[in-house]
């Protein structure tokens, strides 16, 4: 299980949010930097921890880059295989943390770019319970999504003009959440390539204030007393 971790903490007080930022293939936790600063500066309670993949980059070893799973030679075909062999390690790796901090599955949030949004929404299909947001930088699924995860949002966000992983998958991807009653939005800016650019953060900023999870709904109607009362025919014709 992966070690390297850069970490933001409170300053004060213990953490009330758990924000995991995985970063993308080739490159490794100080990629996820900036995303972290502006998420501790959103969020100050939250503990936001950058996270390096647990292999070393195959394609150029000895240069610090990390991987979840070899990009040689990889295809639609063999892609999904591939995810599969690395999501043990990669939920693992989310559930020591969350231990750590003593945080609960709802309060913790996947952040991934490129194959860390890709293992993130794939251990959020796989694992039940795993996180209440993933939030995926110009990724995409490693096989169409064939089932909502229960009560986790999924944000979807990418370049416009992403030619390393089209932003074509990622919308058809929402589309198909929708249908399956996911609470799921998807962002595609102009403009924009392969990179965590501002603009993305912002918008991922925007939905995690603004979006009211279905879950929020459904505990609050629940914590909401029921009142019975009976109706007279004076009052049913008004």
């Not at 990669?90 to 969350?98: D, G, K, S």
Request: net charge negative; hydrophobic share 45%; glycine share 8%.
């Amino acid at each position: 299980m992966t070690t390297h971790v850069l970490a933001r903490l409170p300053e004060q007080g213990e953490p009330d949010l758990l924000f995991l930022l995985f970063h993308g293939v080739g490159a490794n936790a100080g990629h996820m930097a900036v995303l972290a600063q502006r998420l501790a500066q959103e969020y100050p309670q939250a503990a936001v921890l950058c996270v390096d993949a647990p292999d070393e980059f195959d394609a150029a070893p000895g240069r610090g880059g990390r991987q979840w799973f070899s990009i040689q030679g990889v295809s639609d075909e063999n892609r999904p295989a591939r995810v599969a062999a690395a999501l043990p390690r990669f939920v693992a790796t989310v559930r020591a943390l969350q231990l750590r901090f003593a945080m609960e599955w709802p309060r913790t949030a996947l952040f991934g770019f490129s194959q860390g949004a890709i293992m993130a929404l794939e251990a959020a299909q796989a694992e039940p319970e795993l996180a209440g947001r993933v939030i995926a930088f110009s990724g995409r699924y490693a096989s169409p999504p064939d089932h909502a995860p229960r009560d986790t949002c999924v944000h979807l966000l990418h370049g416009l003009d992403d030619a390393v992983v089209p932003h074509g998958p990622a919308v058809d991807a929402a589309r198909r959440l929708v249908a399956l009653g996911a609470d799921v939005t998807a962002d595609v800016l102009p403009g924009i390539g392969h990179e965590l650019d501002p603009r993305l953060i912002e918008r991922a900023i925007d939905q995690l204030r603004g979006f009211l999870p279905r879950r929020a709904w459904r505990e609050a109607f629940e914590a909401a007393p029921v009142q019975s009362t009976t109706a007279s025919s004076k009052d049913l014709g008004r």
